[in-house]
């Protein structure tokens, strides 16, 4: 670590989560009344920038939301959690993000979002984060934001030794065409990540996809496999979230598979961000690969016992009593 604790820049998304509870996903052309609704702060930078700060790490993040009430309270929440926020702007002409997850009654979840100001994030807005990045331990990025402003940061960060990690979500396969911005105040170059292979010119140590994400990026079927072929984008290793199976994990020395906690499942959003932090914090606390996936997967696992994304990000003092039930069986 650079300083006596650690931390984490993360350069990411603010959504505002409108979720439906619901005994199944509606069909094409069903109507359906919902059992339970509630609107929870999210998105993939902010969670997992809450989540980080839970686990102990000093944060900052830099993204972009609206001059809206949605906006308001993301300020007010990131001043209550005490995360730096200097590196967020209020976009004066979209919107803050939002998103409608649909959980069904085993806690799975679908999601169609709107990313307004997330896609509005420049290089701009990058840069005048570089004395930060090069503060942190880690650096975390999605795609949630331009591909053009984490590849900014990543080169910044690589350039002050902060490691870098990258959550290829959402991804999208090479072939797919995307002709025009889906919303006029987003510029159609926001969305380049769509249209071209994403890692390339990206700097990262510990790449972090999910099952389907590491299959879309490669083609390949098994998750060692994709493990296999996404290794030499890295310059140190490969984790893949498997949900309900746990996580595997591959770096230069060799490939390993590590199994779930067993939890009630009440919610899976957010869970993959939790996962995300606490591989993140314990990396940066300087622990090992091996070490780091067993605690991210306790914090995933505790993320899908809570309802919504913000609210089941779990604190430290939560996670090492799983980890020792783990250890004890």
């Given at each position: 670590?650079?300083?006596?604790r650690?931390?984490?820049?993360v350069?990411?998304?603010?959504?505002?989560?409108?979720?439906f509870?619901?005994?199944?996903?509606?069909?094409?052309?069903?109507t359906m009344l919902?059992d339970?609704?509630?609107m929870?702060?999210?998105?993939?930078?902010?969670?997992?920038?809450?989540?980080?700060?839970r686990?102990?790490?000093?944060?900052?993040?830099?993204?972009?939301?609206?001059?809206?009430?949605?906006g308001?309270?993301f300020?007010?929440?990131?001043?209550?959690?005490g995360i730096c926020?200097?590196?967020?702007?209020?976009?004066?002409?979209?919107?803050t993000?939002?998103?409608?997850?649909?959980?069904?009654e085993?806690?799975?979840?679908?999601?169609?979002?709107?990313?307004?100001?997330?896609?509005?994030?420049?290089?701009d807005?990058?840069?005048?984060?570089?004395?930060?990045?090069?503060?942190?331990?880690i650096?975390m990025?999605?795609?949630?934001?331009?591909?053009?402003?984490?590849?900014h940061?990543?080169?910044?960060?690589?350039?002050?030794?902060?490691?870098?990690?990258?959550?290829?979500?959402p991804?999208?396969?090479?072939?797919?065409s995307i002709?025009?911005?889906?919303?006029p105040?987003?510029?159609?170059?926001?969305?380049?990540?769509?249209?071209?292979r994403?890692?390339?010119?990206?700097?990262?140590?510990?790449l972090?996809?999910?099952?389907?994400?590491?299959?879309?990026?490669?083609?390949?079927m098994?998750?060692e496999e994709?493990?296999?072929?996404?290794?030499?984008e890295?310059r140190?290793?490969?984790?893949?979230?498997?949900?309900?199976?746990?996580?595997?994990?591959?770096?230069r020395?060799a490939?390993r598979?590590?199994?779930?906690?067993?939890?009630?499942?009440?919610?899976?959003?957010g869970?993959g961000?939790?996962?995300?932090?606490?591989?993140?914090v314990?990396?940066?606390?300087g622990?090992?690969?091996d070490?780091?996936?067993?605690?991210a997967?306790?914090?995933?696992?505790?993320?899908?016992?809570?309802?919504?994304?913000?609210?089941?990000?779990?604190?430290?003092?939560?996670?090492?009593p799983?980890?020792?039930?783990?250890?004890?069986?």
């Amino acid at each position: 670590m650079k300083g006596s604790r650690p931390r984490v820049l993360v350069v990411g998304s603010f959504v505002t989560d409108l979720v439906f509870r619901v005994k199944h996903r509606p069909g094409p052309g069903e109507t359906m009344l919902a059992d339970g609704f509630g609107m929870f702060l999210g998105g993939k930078g902010f969670n997992q920038a809450v989540a980080a700060r839970r686990l102990g790490a000093d944060v900052c993040i830099v993204g972009r939301v609206g001059r809206d009430p949605f906006g308001d309270m993301f300020i007010a929440k990131l001043e209550q959690e005490g995360i730096c926020l200097n590196g967020v702007t209020r976009d004066a002409e979209a919107g803050t993000a939002i998103a409608t997850p649909v959980v069904d009654e085993n806690g799975q979840n679908s999601i169609i979002a709107a990313p307004r100001a997330n896609m509005r994030v420049t290089l701009d807005d990058v840069q005048a984060a570089e004395d930060q990045i090069a503060f942190a331990d880690i650096l975390m990025l999605q795609f949630e934001i331009p591909a053009a402003a984490s590849r900014h940061a990543a080169e910044i960060a690589r350039r002050h030794d902060t490691l870098v990690m990258l959550d290829p979500a959402p991804v999208s396969h090479g072939h797919h065409s995307i002709t025009r911005s889906p919303d006029p105040s987003i510029p159609s170059s926001a969305l380049d990540h769509l249209t071209t292979r994403p890692l390339d010119h990206f700097h990262i140590d510990y790449l972090v996809p999910n099952e389907v994400e590491a299959q879309m990026l490669t083609g390949r079927m098994t998750p060692e496999e994709a493990a296999a072929v996404l290794l030499p984008e890295t310059r140190r290793g490969v984790v893949i979230s498997l949900g309900e199976e746990g996580a595997l994990a591959v770096d230069r020395d060799a490939l390993r598979r590590y199994p779930a906690h067993r939890v009630n499942v009440c919610d899976t959003t957010g869970a993959g961000d939790a996962f995300r932090a606490g591989l993140a914090v314990r990396i940066a606390e300087g622990a090992s690969l091996d070490d780091a996936v067993r605690f991210a997967n306790a914090c995933g696992a505790l993320a899908c016992t809570v309802m919504g994304a913000e609210p089941s990000m779990p604190e430290r003092q939560a996670v090492e009593p799983l980890l020792g039930e783990c250890e004890r069986k």
